[in-house]
């Protein structure tokens, strides 16, 4: 048996939130959390479910409040069960999964929204899977925690739940110093941060970069912080899925900052500009030719470059190097109409500056966000990462079909011994593609 409190709004007609008394030990029971605007994080003996509105549940059409916080007693379990089975949108609803995947899903979910780190790191497992049944578990689980975070976000009055940043710098130039650093002094400040490590390499190298368990050993203790190094599988697309899926599922957890890593070295950083709110280039104090592995591209993409290691001998070869890029960087097309890119200089290693950049951080958040420039960014940010997605999809799809997989090796050949143009070659693929769907 449960018991149910609604919470409503001075005039009555806000339904604020219901809270559904659960003995601490008992478990949420399932259809609950299937249902996709039931939110609820438990607090020793209460689990807390918010909804945006009284639409969300006519039966309580009939409430009359008497106090903006009076509390009243509604339903029995039954009844709601029964609104719940009705009301749970088609789109959401969960076909095709077995009992056991659907209690994988609901223990996730819970798990997930309710901050267990533990249930975080299955999550981004599930999502970098490659075998297609746990893709499609971890698209049902996905689906979820999108209606999760578009409620967390009303409430928020359509702020967004976690500041979203991307931080790039060749190797070497201090990244894991610099995170682990600054990482600490938003935990101090009581933010949860979670650091997403995007490595290309551990793919091809069978080494990781980035996902070294020596980095940020400090941080890696400290129970608001979450690090995940996430192999990528060589290609772009994977980038783009696992990334920007893990994004959202530690937004989904809680997390106040999402910092995501990558090297700088290669064409990763493009895809990470494209699924973050800010960008930063983190560099060492560096010249040209120490640094000619950094594309230019990216520095066209920075939104503040932070000069590292401006620290003892460092400090005026550092000096030198913020002069030239704050005049390079007035040369660069300016993207956004209330933020032109800062170049600041930093040391991850005294902790000189790191408060400043988070000042200068968040004020560039909250310029884009009064400006609406952040929510456009988000959604043409979407956008991207739909037909990243396609392509990816089309790509793998169009390479194993039957009608080209044997046939690719060979025009492959005659491309590259020159008895065949790369454009005929793809043509003859397509129309084979084509006739063959
Ligand atoms: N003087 C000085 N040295 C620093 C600073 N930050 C990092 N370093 C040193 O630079 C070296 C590289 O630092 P890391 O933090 O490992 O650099 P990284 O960019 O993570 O390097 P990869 O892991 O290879 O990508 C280490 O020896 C650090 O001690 C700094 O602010 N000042």
């Known amino acids: ?59 309580i059409e009939s409430l009359t409040p008497v106090h ?13 069960r029964r609104e719940l089975c009705q009301q749970a949108a088609p789109d959401q609803q969960i076909e095709g999964l077995s009992d056991k995947e659907q209690r994988l899903v609901d223990r996730l979910y819970s798990g997930l929204i309710q901050g267990h780190r533990a249930c975080l790191a299955e999550a981004i497992t599930l999502v970098e899977s490659t075998q297609s049944r746990k893709k499609k578990i971890a698209q049902v689980l996905l689906q979820k925690v999108l209606s999760y975070h578009r409620e967390q976000e009303k409430l928020n009055q359509g702020k967004p739940l976690a500041f979203r940043v991307g931080l790039s710098g060749p190797p070497g130039a201090g990244k894991s110093t610099f995170i682990e650093c600054f990482g600490k002094m938003l935990t101090e400040r009581k933010y949860k941060v979670s650091v997403l490590a995007v490595d290309p390499s551990s793919s091809t190298s069978g080494g990781s970069l980035l996902g070294d368990k020596t980095r940020m050993t400090e941080l890696s203790r400290d129970m608001n912080a979450y690090i995940r190094p996430s192999p990528t599988r060589g290609t772009l697309g994977g980038v783009t899925r696992t990334t920007n899926e893990a994004i959202l599922l530690c937004e989904g957890g809680g997390y106040d900052v999402v910092l995501v890593e990558t090297v700088g070295v290669g064409q990763s950083e493009f895809a990470v500009a494209d699924m973050v709110d800010m960008f930063i280039l983190l560099l060492p104090p560096a010249g040209g030719d120490e640094l000619q592995g950094i594309k230019r591209g990216i520095i066209e993409m920075a939104d503040l470059v932070a000069i590292n290691k401006a620290d003892g001998d460092l400090i005026v070869p550092a000096r030198r190097i913020q002069a030239e890029y704050v005049s390079a960087m007035k040369l660069l097309r300016k993207r956004s109409k209330v933020w032109r890119p800062k170049v600041m200089r930093i040391s991850a290693k005294t902790g000189e500056g790191i408060s400043d ?16 420039e952040l929510i456009a960014k988000r959604r043409k940010q979407q956008k991207v990462w739909m037909w990243n997605l396609i392509q990816e999809n089309m790509l793998e799809h169009f390479r194993s079909h039957l009608a080209v997989k044997d046939k690719i090796p060979l025009l492959e050949e005659k491309v590259l011994s020159g008895v065949l143009s790369p454009g005929l070659a793809a043509d003859l693929l397509l129309k084979a593609f084509k006739d063959g769907l």
Do not use: Q
């Not at 939110?39 to 020793?44: A, D, I, L, V």
């Not at 958040?365 to 400006?371: I, V």
């Open 68 to 80: 903006p916080y009076r509390t009243k007693w509604i339903c029995s379990s039954n009844s709601l």
């Open 357 to 372: 950049m988070w000042d200068k951080m968040t004020e560039f958040r909250d310029l884009m966000l009064t400006s609406g």
């Open 1 to 59: 048996m449960f018991f149910f409190l609604f919470k409503v709004s001075a005039n009555g007609s806000e339904l604020i939130s219901l809270l559904l008394l659960i003995p601490s030990k008992m478990k949420i029971p399932s259809l609950l959390l299937r249902f996709p605007r039931c939110y609820f994080s438990r607090r020793t003996c209460l689990t807390s479910f918010h909804f945006t509105s009284r639409a969300d549940f006519p039966c």
